[in-house]
């Protein structure tokens, strides 16, 4: 059975910095495509990065691009999104998901129903 906890959420004014952790089963984290989602009150999952296995190459959705960070450290079996420069609109529940069926990034990568595994998620309020 996969597992995954998110942890790092918050409350934090327009400007400042979160880093939310995902921890991973320890046989899953270096085998899959991991990603972030995110979730406002009355609006669809959004997805907001992902990164490979291997390489770790990485994608970022356009509304988060130079100011999100992916990162993973096999070796703590731990996905990481360092989150800069934050905006009342990226106030969401943020999950980090498994896609089981990928190891390498395509154009689909941020739709949520591909992936096998969800995290509970992690409040992240940006706001004044």
């Known amino acids: 059975q996969v597992q995954l906890v998110e942890s790092g959420g918050g409350v934090v004014q327009p400007g400042g910095s979160l880093r939310l952790s995902c921890a991973v089963s320890?046989?899953?984290?270096?085998?899959?495509?991991i990603a972030w989602f995110r979730q406002a009150p009355g609006k669809e999952r959004e997805g907001v990065s992902c990164?490979?296995?291997?390489?770790?190459?990485?994608s970022y959705a356009d509304s988060v691009k130079g100011r999100f960070t992916i990162s993973r450290d096999n070796a703590k079996n731990t996905v990481y999104l360092q989150m800069n420069s934050l905006k009342p609109e990226d106030t969401a529940v943020y999950y980090c998901?498994?896609?089981?069926?990928?190891?390498?990034?395509?154009?689909?990568?941020?739709?949520?129903?591909?992936?096998?595994?969800w995290g509970q998620g992690t409040q992240v309020t940006v706001s004044s």
């Open positions: 998901a498994v896609d089981v069926d990928s190891r390498v990034i395509d154009s689909m990568w941020s739709m949520s129903g591909r992936y096998d595994y």
């Open positions: 990164i490979t296995p291997s390489d770790s190459s990485t």
């Open positions: 320890r046989f899953t984290l270096p085998y899959y495509n």
